[in-house]
């Protein structure tokens, strides 16, 4: 399966001149490097036995799966070690309770919420509805209960997500690019996350197919994608900047019509739908962003908060979440100069800029700023990248040491951690 040719004559935003080869040339041109590999694949998928040529999804499926399978099963020896409900980890915990209280009772009509099973008088408004949805619908098409079902509709959402960013990562490289981002992304340090009743792994999924179909341009189905992402959460704001620019670019270029308009149109619509939904429930247009700041202690400062606690952390003893917090804040920062510097897609870059200025000026909860930049897969592309160059024995000790941080963190995050992870 040759990596996918743009679906129109000139790309929109193919990488300069100056980035890696891999990503300079375009996937369809005769006697480029993903042409020749495209030649190789469809030679062989012509082959039987071959399924993961023939099925493209098969591959990245597949190795996100056993990654995660791996992550907890040793949470689950543990939790069996110390007495712990393996199952109620996974889906009874922080946000996860609050997604089924609502797939369960519905929402809150007030700025003050009635919630026995969270034991809580927060509002719930604030927890977008596409989730907490999806969990009503396969609960009520299934003989499972909420929690049970909050959990597929979590895992489902992470083999789709695995699947767009393998094709990414193919896209802009090789097959082999793309495998090592899925896997770069099943062994982040929360990864563990991605397994529990929480959003991460379905709104990664619609960022990594509205990216992609940013990158093969077609505008009708990133505006949708976007668009339902609006509904899952309040970082969709970061994806909408990427396909309002992509977009704005074309129209500039005067490429492909009317669709770009389309697409910046359709983009915002999920997340101005929903707070446009809450204003009119509760009776005043800023209704969302009081619950926020108000109650969840949860605005958008610039930065400040961020500033100041990492100024704590750094001169003050702190919690291995915090610290953890810190080296991936940096590292994000050396991600995002190579991004730049490396000419990757426009929309990619947008995309992880725009998502990293949001989670750093995102005031409190700082020890969760890993976990909030677990949707930018994309910062991990110069990192997928290079892996791809190297040897094998490189590749694989550095995995190696990923598997062993990612497992023990995840399970510090569930047994030993007190607050969210």
């Known amino acids: 399966m040759s990596a996918p040719a743009p679906a129109h004559d000139e790309p929109a935003f193919a990488p300069d001149v100056d980035a890696p080869t891999a990503l300079r040339q375009r996937p369809g041109d005769p006697g480029s490097r993903a042409d020749a590999e495209g030649r190789t694949e469809a030679a062989a998928a012509e082959r039987p036995g071959r399924p993961w040529h023939r099925h493209p999804a098969v591959a990245p499926v597949a190795l996100y799966a056993l990654l995660r399978l791996g992550g907890l099963v040793v949470l689950g020896l543990f939790a069996h070690r110390s007495g712990a409900d393996f199952w109620s980890l996974l889906h009874s915990r922080f946000d996860g309770i609050w997604y089924v209280g609502i797939a369960d009772d519905g929402y809150d009509t007030g700025m003050v919420g009635n919630h026995p099973k969270s034991h809580s008088t927060l509002p719930n408004l604030p927890f977008f509805p596409l989730y907490p949805g999806l969990i009503a619908a396969v609960a009520a ?151 926020q700041e108000k109650y969840w202690r949860i605005g958008f400062d610039g930065g400040v908060s961020t500033a100041r606690t990492l100024k704590k952390v750094l001169v003050e003893p702190a919690s291995l979440p915090m610290y953890v917090s810190t080296l991936l804040l940096g590292v994000a920062v050396v991600l995002i100069a190579l991004l730049v510097l490396h000419r990757y897609p426009l929309p990619l870059v947008v995309y992880s800029i725009t998502f990293f200025l949001l989670s750093i000026g995102t005031e409190n909860y700082y020890w969760a700023k890993g976990r909030y930049l677990m949707p930018a897969f994309t910062l991990l592309l110069p990192v997928a990248v290079g892996l791809a160059k190297a040897r094998r024995s490189t590749m694989l000790a550095v995995f190696a040491f990923l598997v062993v941080v990612s497992a023990g963190y995840g399970v510090y995050l569930s047994l030993i951690w007190k607050w969210s992870p």
């Open 141 to 291: 098409v299934t003989p499972f209960s909420t929690q049970v079902a909050a959990l597929i509709v979590s895992w489902a959402a992470g083999l789709a997500a695995a699947w767009g960013i393998y094709a990414v990562g193919a896209h802009l490289g090789s097959r082999k690019v793309g495998l090592i981002l899925v896997a770069l992304w099943a062994v982040l340090p929360h990864a563990v996350v991605q397994n529990m009743a929480y959003t991460e792994t379905v709104f990664t999924a619609l960022v990594a197919w509205t990216l992609y179909a940013l990158l093969r341009r077609q505008w009708l189905t990133a505006g949708l994608l976007c668009l339902v992402a609006g509904l899952s959460r309040p970082t969709a704001t970061t994806l909408i900047a990427a396909v309002g620019v992509a977009a704005l670019v074309a129209i500039v270029r005067r490429q492909d019509g009317w669709r770009p308009w389309v697409a910046g149109l359709l983009a915002p619509l999920g997340y101005l739908g929903y707070l446009a939904w809450i204003g009119h429930r509760l009776g005043r247009v800023d209704a969302y962003f009081e619950m």
